[in-house]
C-alpha cells in the first residue's frame, strides 16, 4: 500500500468548511469537476458523475460530526489502484482558520506507485484549490 495527503490552510473557521464539506453527498457544492452526486443506502452510498460524464461509485466507511471527518471508499471508479481509503478532515486552528486534510492509502494496479500517487496528489491538490475559491467566493 502507498498513501498521500494534501492539507491546505484556510482564513475560515472549522465549522463554516466542515458545513461546506462535511455532507457525504456534498462535492459538486465545491468541487467543480463533480457535477452530481446522488446518495443511496440510507446515504452510505454516493455515485459521482463528473464533467466528462465519468461514473464513480464511493461507500461511506465512517463518518464523525465532531471531529469534522469522514472516511470513504471506492467501490467503482476508473482508477489504477485497489483497495482505495481516503480521509476527509476539517482541523480548527483557532478563530477565523481550519486546515483540511485530504488523504489517501491505496495499492496501484497497473501502474507505478509514482503514478499512482501523483494521480490522487493532483486530484485532492486541486480539490483544495477549488475549495478555497469557493470559500473565497
Known amino acids: 500500500m502507498t498513501?498521500?495527503?494534501v492539507t491546505l490552510d484556510v482564513?475560515?473557521?472549522?465549522?463554516?468548511?466542515?458545513?461546506?464539506?462535511?455532507?457525504?453527498?456534498?462535492?459538486?457544492?465545491?468541487?467543480?469537476y463533480i457535477?452530481?452526486?446522488?446518495?443511496?443506502?440510507?446515504?452510505?452510498?454516493r455515485t459521482l458523475t463528473n464533467a466528462d460524464g465519468g461514473v464513480i461509485v464511493e461507500r461511506l466507511e465512517a463518518f464523525d460530526e465532531a471531529g469534522r471527518s469522514y472516511r470513504y471508499s471506492?467501490?467503482?471508479?476508473?482508477?489504477?489502484?485497489?483497495?482505495?481509503?481516503?480521509?476527509?478532515?476539517v482541523i480548527d486552528l483557532g478563530p477565523g482558520a481550519a486546515r483540511v486534510d485530504w488523504s489517501g492509502t491505496f495499492t496501484p494496479d497497473g501502474v507505478s506507485e509514482s503514478e499512482?500517487?501523483?494521480?490522487?496528489?493532483?486530484?485532492y491538490r486541486d480539490g483544495l484549490a477549488a475549495l478555497a475559491g469557493t470559500l473565497d467566493a
Request: net charge positive; proline share 8%; hydrophobic share 40%.
Open 3 to 5: 498513501s498521500t495527503t
Open 11 to 32: 482564513p475560515h473557521a472549522a465549522d463554516r468548511v466542515w458545513q461546506l464539506i462535511g455532507g457525504f453527498g456534498s462535492l459538486p457544492d465545491w468541487l467543480p
Open 35 to 45: 457535477t452530481d452526486s446522488r446518495l443511496s443506502r440510507g446515504g452510505r452510498l
Open 74 to 89: 471506492i467501490a467503482q471508479a476508473p482508477f489504477p489502484v485497489t483497495g482505495y481509503l481516503s480521509t476527509l478532515r
Open 116 to 123: 499512482a500517487t501523483a494521480l490522487f496528489e493532483g486530484i
